[in-house]
């Protein structure tokens, strides 16, 4: 009996929470301490979260905002529509959402493009916030 193509889809679905261990399994990620002590050493924070959670809840002094729909093309260090931060594939990036799971995803399609260092803030915006670290209104 041949297998159909929707048969063979059925192979390859995984869940979300499935997705998010075999991404997240691939790089370590960090805390809010340790994500303001690297931007402190030069890491490049860089906030993903939409706009009316930005203008509700305030901003990382310092980090680069690029909504997620953006966010290859910005930090690509190859591609014509770069940020002026995005400098090299050795660049320390740290992808920070709203509570750490957009961000997980967005950081595997940076490794994709070959940011090696890309990782993500564990527990996201919100983690940073009840970390007592600063917040700009």
Same mark, same amino acid.
């Given at each position: 009996?041949?297998?159909?193509?929707?048969?063979?889809?059925? $192979?390859?679905?995984? @869940? /979300?929470?499935?997705?998010?261990?075999?991404?997240?399994?691939?790089?370590?990620? /960090?805390?809010?301490?340790?994500?303001?002590?690297?931007?402190?050493?030069?890491?490049?924070?860089?906030? /993903?979260?939409?706009?009316?959670?930005?203008?509700?809840?305030?901003?990382?002094?310092?980090?680069? !905002?690029?909504?997620?729909?953006?966010?290859?093309?910005?930090?690509?260090?190859? @591609?014509?529509?770069?940020?002026? $931060?995005?400098?090299?594939?050795?660049?320390?990036?740290? !992808? /920070?959402?709203?509570? @750490?799971?957009?961000?997980?995803?967005?950081?595997?399609?940076?490794? $994709?493009?070959?940011?090696?260092?890309?990782?993500?803030?564990?527990? @996201?915006? $919100? %983690?940073?916030?009840?970390?007592?670290?600063?917040? %700009?209104?």
């Amino acid at each position: 009996m041949a297998v159909s193509d929707t048969d063979q889809g059925h $192979q390859d679905r995984v @869940g /979300i929470d499935e997705l998010l261990d075999r991404v997240r399994a691939g790089y370590d990620r /960090i805390g809010p301490e340790e994500a303001a002590a690297e931007a402190a050493e030069g890491a490049l924070l860089v906030d /993903i979260r939409y706009a009316a959670l930005r203008e509700k809840d305030g901003l990382i002094p310092g980090a680069l !905002v690029v909504e997620r729909n953006e966010l290859e093309w910005r930090l690509d260090p190859q @591609g014509s529509h770069r940020a002026p $931060q995005a400098v090299s594939h050795d660049l320390r990036v740290v !992808v /920070i959402c709203n509570e @750490g799971y957009a961000s997980s995803l967005a950081v595997a399609s940076l490794r $994709q493009l070959g940011l090696h260092r890309a990782t993500d803030l564990t527990g @996201g915006f $919100q %983690a940073w916030r009840a970390a007592g670290l600063p917040v %700009a209104h």
